[in-house]
Every structure is written in C-alpha cells, then in structure tokens.
C-alpha cells in the first residue's frame, strides 16, 4: 500500500523558536495533503488543505502566519510552526490523497511536538 | 458541513466478547466512510472503508462495519474480540467528490480484558 513518512518523529523545542515537520509520499504522487492535529486522548482535527502548487486552506481558527504549509512537490508538504509555544504540544499529523477518483487517505505516523 | 458522533467513549470487553461501535454522521450529501485504529503509540491504521456498492465492507482484523443510509449510521463489529484489539478507534467521514478532508469522530476506547 502506499506509504507515507514524516519527519521528525519527535522532537523537543524551547518556546519561541520554529520547528519544520516534513510529510512525505513515498511511492505515490500526492496532488493534496491534509495536516491535523491530535491533542491528548482527543481526536484528529483538521488544520489545513495543502494542493501542490497553489496556497494552502486553512481551518477557522487556524492562524496561518503561526502555521505555515509549503507543498512545493507532488511528494512534500512541510508545516512549519513558527515561534513555538508550549500550547503548540501536540501530535501533528498529515495525510496524502492522490487524486482522481481515489478517496483513500493515507496517514503519515505523525510528529509528537513539546515546547518547553 | 459534516459531523461525526462515536456513542461510546470507552468501551471494556472481555476477550472472545462480541464488538459493536456506534458511528452516526452529519452530511446532506454522499459520504464515503470510514473506520481507523490507533493502537497505543503507533499512528493510524484504516480498518475497512466504504465508497460505494455493498453495504456491509469486511475490513481487515475481522472487523466488518455496516452502513445504513436511512439510518446515518456506519458501525463497527467484530464478532469475537482479542486482548491485541485494545486500541482507540475512530470513525471517519469526507464528501464523495475527490479530495476532500475527513471528518474525525472522538474515538471510542477500547479495552479488552483476559
């Protein structure tokens, strides 16, 4: 099945500095990737709507200048927290879809952040 | 817009006991649907999905899921747990028209007990 990677797994940051996960596609061109986030014990809600090429959509009340989404190729799309705060902690999760008549989504394992 | 409600929160089943998660959605449209596990600190896994055609889909696991249109429902059942399906499960829901984001309910815990 295809697969989906991102990057950092975790990782660890002091407040106010800026942390970039990756979210790759590894045997299959992405044409939108979806990023969420899932706090503790919590579901998955939906962030942002990244389509190759184009600007991303965000979610109501999502702030995008805090949040910035680059899917500059079929097979990336980068988030970007920018000046990190503790109450950015969570577990950030992106999905690829390719396109077409094809509704499956397939999940990355995630990034666990901690800002201390 | 669409909405997903997951009735149980927690669910505690012995094992070899009979598994039925509620899932109800909100959308005036065609959905496609579907049924995800997270085991505990692993990412998400789909268990089966329904797009179209018969309404009962077979996933992997054993599971199965049913979807009644008139009833907005999507259920999940196994008939006959294990201690390894001790996980939080979420049922999921995006339009039937391309790429489209889905819908997370809150997930249902289950644990399963020897």
């Known amino acids: 099945g295809a697969v989906v990677s991102q990057h950092p797994s975790r990782v660890i940051c002091k407040s106010g500095t800026s942390v970039k996960i990756e979210c790759r596609s590894l045997?299959?061109?992405?044409?939108?990737m979806f990023w969420y986030r899932q706090f503790p014990k919590q579901s998955l809600m939906l962030m942002a709507t990244s389509n190759e090429g184009s600007k991303a959509t965000y979610e109501q009340g999502v702030e995008k200048d805090k949040f910035l989404i680059n899917h500059a190729s079929l097979t990336l799309s980068t988030l970007t927290v920018a000046s990190a705060h503790p109450e950015d902690s969570s577990f950030y999760i992106c999905s690829a879809a390719s396109g077409g008549m094809s509704y499956e989504q397939y999940f990355g394992p995630g990034t666990r952040l901690t800002v201390t | 817009a669409q909405s997903v409600s997951q009735h149980n929160h927690h669910v505690i089943l012995s094992e070899a006991a009979s598994l039925e998660l509620g899932c109800n959605y909100s959308?005036?449209?065609?959905?496609?649907l579907f049924w995800y596990v997270q085991y505990p600190g692993q990412h998400l896994q789909l268990l089966l999905k329904?797009?179209?055609?018969?309404?009962l889909v077979k996933g992997i696991k054993g599971f199965e899921a049913e979807f009644i249109k008139s009833k907005f429902s999507f259920n999940l059942r196994k008939p006959s747990v294990q201690w390894s399906d001790t996980a939080e499960y979420f049922c999921a829901v995006n339009a039937n028209s391309g790429n489209t984001p889905l819908v997370f309910g809150k997930g249902t815990r289950l644990s399963v007990i020897a």
């Open positions: 045997d299959f061109q992405a044409t939108t």
């Open positions: 959308y005036g449209g065609t959905v496609n």
């Open positions: 329904y797009f179209s055609g018969d309404p």
